[in-house]
């Protein structure tokens, strides 16, 4: 097994479409030196821009990439990966899809063109 | 930049009053602080991470006014225009997928700057990717100064964990760290031989960038920044008083694998702010009725490069006043309407991003474009490679038009977000570079390494960049010295008038 890749399990769920949540595993993911947010922007350029989740200011100010990290809150952008992990999102807010919960005040009640 | 600096006191004030803290001193006045480039103590601040204060104020007063509405994950892509007036906004519902239009006469930009153009040697937030600007000049306001972009020069390339962190260029400047390339050459030794790597941010940067470009770089892109050639323990007290624990800022250099009492690091430039931007009168009234603008998305205040501390209070001083004078344009204007023909071909453009079943891959063109900034429209720049640009940009810009998103699911999409920024990162990157080249000269952040000297008499002009039938088009106008003029000497304006 190569030393530098590892495995990566991340919620997936879309309430508008999905009867119920369900983890993907991603195999052999560059981890060594990254982020998790590093390693959640590779997979959703290179395997799945399905992938839903928050990244913004990439320096641990704007908290938008809260989430939980094999059990523990953290910010993506902020905590280093690891070799096997399960993301899933953070404990608070609604789910929107995968990673991504509300944030407070946001509300999507406007009509449509 | 009279409004600004007539201004930005009062604005303290009420950012203070609405809870954001700064240092005080013993008598209870503000702490002022000098800054690189001040020539007096001016600058407030609040343990040198203020903006944080700003955030924290802002929040609370927004959730003490009830009649402010925020919605989040709300995209605004467009601002409709009727009869030269602005009739309302379009966005995308992130969360629902859907395209939702709001009738208004009035809309203000505060979206930030286009640092992205640069990625991944950029230090600002991933969502800058000049949105405000494009939507600005799509709705017929005109952009400014569009070539100027302030580059902080000491970014980290390696590893991935720590890209664009900027604060480890304390080891260059303050721990008498030393630069080399590949071969191990103190390359500063050809550009600034008395001052070496003390040399100034501007022409540190541009000795890093002409190492990378001409294949003298370090593995990752970068150049090595080293201590070691300093006392292990020398080293380390630096590091307990700086960084203790090897940390700053919640990130641990030890942690992502960087040792530095033995190990050199790369390093790289970093876009950092953006100068150029819509251009605004002193009410940030844009060229569009009822479209104001407000901090970093403008262009004015901060001329060719932007001195410290100036763009947190730029942002409250422009917030009050684009704010203030929106709600008062919007109380004369009367209702606004969107016409539905034009939503619904508005709404066409974006969904035919995703009803598309082939066409270029978004990230494909954003990263080549990325790419081309850096290399010929970014710290370094000759006329050679700025008209090879401006082809390939305009080309790509081009291609644009026919993006066709994978991602057909319409919840929370990021990769039709990210299509619609490269939409408009495409239409900054080439702005950028038309306007780099055409001005043949070197002035604030803007290198022209085939045009080293500034020249005054035939290039203190403001660039001007308009869109015309999809064609960026490009003129130059004298800049306006109504109340400060080169020479130093100041006329008060006449209509000199108290903003706040």
Redesign the interface.
Known sequence: MNEDLGTVKIYRYNPAVDVEPRFDVFEDVPYVGRTVMDVLRDLYERRDTSLAFRCSCRAGLCTACRMRINGRAAMACMRLAERDMVIEPPSTGAIIKDLMTTLSGSSTDEGTA | MYAYTRNAPRAMLALESYGAKFNKTEDGTFEQVLMPGHTYPRAIHYHFRT??QF?KGLTAEVGRRPNI?????FFVVDVFVDGGKVAGA?AL?I??G?????DSSAVVFATGGAMELFHPHC?????LTGDGHAAALRAGAELADVEFMQFFPTGMV????L???IWIGELRYHCGGWLYNKYGERFMAKYDPARMELSTRDMTSRAIVTEILEGRGSPHGGVWLSVTHLGRNQIQAFIDETFPNFSF???NLL???VDVREDAIEIAPVSHFYMGGVRCDADCATAVRGLYVAGEVTAGVNGANRIEGNALSETQVQGTIAGGRAARYAAGAGTAKVDEAQ??RE?GTYSAMIERTEGPNQ?ALRTEAQDIMWRHVGVVRNGEGLEKAVARLASLRGQAEGIC???K???????LVEAIETRNLLVMAESMAKAALAREETRGSHYRRDCANEDDPRWLVNSIVTLADSEIALRHEPVDFCYLSPEGAETPPADAREAL
């Open positions: 903006g944080s955030k509405t925020v919605k989040e994950d379009l519902d969360c629902s859907k395209f939702v239009v709001v230090d600002a937030s991933n969502d390696w590893p991935p964990a890209n664009g962190v800022r919640g990130y942690e992502a694998g939503a619904r709404v990230l998103v994978r991602c699911v319409a919840q929370a999409n990021r990769e």
